[in-house]
């Protein structure tokens, strides 16, 4: 992918069952689409292995990846494959219903989650708050100091960085196309564009931002944004990430940087589904991942790093509109929430049908979430 395409697409935005419960094994005018393009990988947080001092044992032959087939979800998988798809996974309830790879591809091979990486970090700042890490509502300055004084960049609050609101220009050509050494120290420079809180505009800057906040305040316990996730969120539910992209200085790319199979991403879906619940232990809060879902005054349709779906009412384009209504609990604004990146990559949460499915593609500009959904919602129907 050229950095023409990625910029572009920007702006019109282990080898066994996963152990789920019960299971074995922009302007205000105008949304932007959530399927942005992110960066393509490109530095890789590989430290070289030391030998190991004795021989490891290796198996004969590793066990085989399983795979999980059900009649009902037919025309789902069908719709995915036409359209590009490299693997579904969809569990219903306390059980996955459907976990194939499609296309020639194992269903748990480990792909780039791209612009679905966002989503992980709403729920990292209401645990990183509930630790008492930081306040949502705390200046930015207060700890990026040299921000004091600096016109709207003073009055920027950590809310907005999350809600995308921060005023911040969207980052795309400096942060993916420069690709400069220290994405989040290039990240500070970036120019305001709006007063925070008054334009929704996506792109990698505000994470980049957040992750030097992160950076800073965790200095003290020697870790960064990455590693919390995984010590609050990821551990607890068995989550293994294949690979996250750092930059140069070793900083971890949030906004694009994920990769993993799609049954491990299923299980941060069925967390968020659960209210933060992960077989009968609280990881999160119940009323921290509400926050995550509740609309935000200048974009209904994001919350803190999760798309939301539209209302009834809502003129988005048709990569927005990500769920047509089907009861009356999809009008609650955390019925249906969507991780979403480039090529359409894609993890939904239903929750009034008990659902998530995560899905991984290739680019097809023919994709269409509701009527994905329309054969998902029909599929669950049956699926009792």
């Not at 966002?118 to 008492?132: K, L, M, N, T, Y």
């Not at 989040?184 to 996506?202: D, I, K, N, S």
Request: net charge negative; with cysteine.
């Amino acid at each position: 992918m050229t950095h023409n395409r990625t910029t572009a697409c920007w702006l019109v935005i282990a080898a066994v069952a996963i152990a789920l419960p019960g299971c074995n094994g922009a302007s205000h005018s105008a949304p932007s689409e959530p399927d942005s393009a992110r960066a393509e990988p490109t530095v890789k947080d590989v430290e070289p292995a030391a030998l190991p001092v004795e021989p490891v044992a290796v198996p004969v032959a590793p066990a085989e990846p399983q795979v999980i087939e059900n009649a009902a979800y037919e025309p789902a998988a069908a719709y995915s494959a036409e359209h590009g798809g490299l693997a579904l996974v969809v569990v219903n309830g306390d059980r996955i219903a459907l976990a194939i790879g499609q296309n020639d591809h194992p269903v748990d091979e480990a792909h780039p989650l791209r612009g679905a990486s966002e989503s992980f970090w709403g729920p990292v700042a209401v645990a990183a708050a509930r630790d008492g890490l930081l306040d949502l509502d705390e200046l930015v300055a207060s700890t990026i100091h040299e921000w004091q004084d600096v016109r709207w960049k003073d009055e920027m609050h950590i809310r907005q960085l999350l809600q995308y609101t921060s005023g911040l220009e969207s980052g795309v050509w400096p942060l993916l196309r420069d690709r400069p050494a220290n994405q989040y120290e290039r990240a500070l420079t970036l120019e305001m564009v709006a007063a925070p809180g008054q334009r929704f505009q996506v792109g990698p800057s505000h994470l980049a931002v957040f992750g030097e906040v992160m950076r800073r305040k965790l200095a003290p316990e020697g870790i960064d944004a990455l590693r919390y996730l995984e010590q609050r969120i990821l551990d607890p539910i068995g989550l293994k990430i294949d690979h996250w992209d750092r930059d140069a200085a070793g900083n971890p790319d949030l906004a694009n940087g994920a990769q993993m199979a799609a049954r491990e991403w299923a299980k941060f879906g069925v967390l968020i589904r659960d209210r933060g619940s992960w077989r009968g232990e609280i990881v999160l809060e119940e009323q921290d991942v509400e926050a995550c879902l509740q609309r935000g005054s200048v974009q209904p349709n994001f919350g803190l790093t999760f798309w939301l779906k539209t209302r009834t009412s809502d003129t988005a384009s048709p990569r927005l509109a990500i769920a047509r209504p089907s009861t009356a609990a999809d009008e609650d604004s955390g019925a249906v929430v969507m991780a979403a990146g480039a090529g359409n990559q894609r993890l939904y949460i239903l929750r009034s049908l008990n659902l998530v499915v995560a899905r991984f593609g290739a680019d097809d500009r023919d994709w269409r979430d509701p009527e994905f959904l329309d054969r998902v919602r029909a599929a669950a129907a049956s699926d009792r």
